[in-house]
């Protein structure tokens, strides 16, 4: 009987190695991982008020993609880096107004770092209003507009 047994393990542990084999395929095109992925670059670029509209527009779509859970780590990094360039020249012609679009870009951040796609649609509305009230950049002392 132990020789009965001993044949057995034997049998299944030859089984189980050849479970276990490599098979290569050749005629399965590989592509290198380095020419998988192709990288954009995002360059912003414009006036502050320029930089401000482009924000909205990207801002539009966040509360969607929050919701989605879809983009909405990409859509903040440009909305941050729009900022981050229109930031000086809102410290330069508005100054009073900074930190109102600080906590507004702030609370986007917030919205996608807790999934809170109402903290993004109330960020957007902040935002939307502090951009139609700064002074365009060719109309200093020119009463607000509506861009949107």
Do not use: H, Y
């Amino acid at each position: 009987m132990a020789a009965g047994a001993a044949v057995v393990v034997a049998l299944s542990s030859a089984l189980a190695l050849t479970a276990c084999a490599t098979t290569i395929d050749p005629d399965v095109t590989t592509v290198a991982s380095g020419d998988a992925a192709q990288t954009t670059v995002f360059v912003v670029t414009g006036s502050t008020t320029a930089l401000l509209d482009q924000l909205v527009v990207e801002a539009t779509g966040l509360s969607e993609a929050i919701t989605e859970n879809e983009g909405q780590r990409s859509t903040m990094e440009r909305i941050e880096a729009l900022w981050e360039v229109a930031r000086t020249g809102v410290d330069a012609r508005a100054p009073d107004m900074l930190a109102d679009f600080d906590r507004a870009v702030a609370l986007m951040r917030n919205g996608v770092d807790r999934r809170r796609p109402a903290d993004a649609d109330k960020a957007l509305n902040n935002f939307r209003s502090l951009a139609a009230a700064f002074p365009a950049d060719d109309a200093a002392g020119v009463a607000p507009r509506s861009r949107w």
